[in-house]
């Protein structure tokens, strides 16, 4: 999770879920919070969170691993 001074420049589609093979619930209720997407912030995750998506399911699929290990070690 990003520390609060460390800014993430990435959204999540419906489109990556789908191609990613989330199930649909979970397709479904990230469209319901948030229409077709939405940019990661820490009151999106916040807002899925407590909405019920599986935040592990999203950071081991979605996140761009080489980008938060550049970050995290610069």
């Known amino acids: 999770f990003p520390s609060h001074d460390m800014e993430v420049d990435m959204k999540i589609t419906k489109q990556m879920l789908i191609e990613k093979k989330a199930c649909s619930e979970q397709v479904e209720l990230f469209v ?3 229409g077709e997407e939405a ?3 820490k ?3 916040l807002k899925a969170y407590k909405a019920g998506l599986i935040l592990d399911w ?7 691993k080489k980008q938060l290990e550049a970050e995290s070690n610069g």
């Open 39 to 41: 940019k990661v912030t």
């Open 58 to 64: 999203a950071a081991d699929n979605l996140l761009d």
């Open 32 to 34: 319901s919070l948030f």
């Open 43 to 45: 009151a999106n995750v």
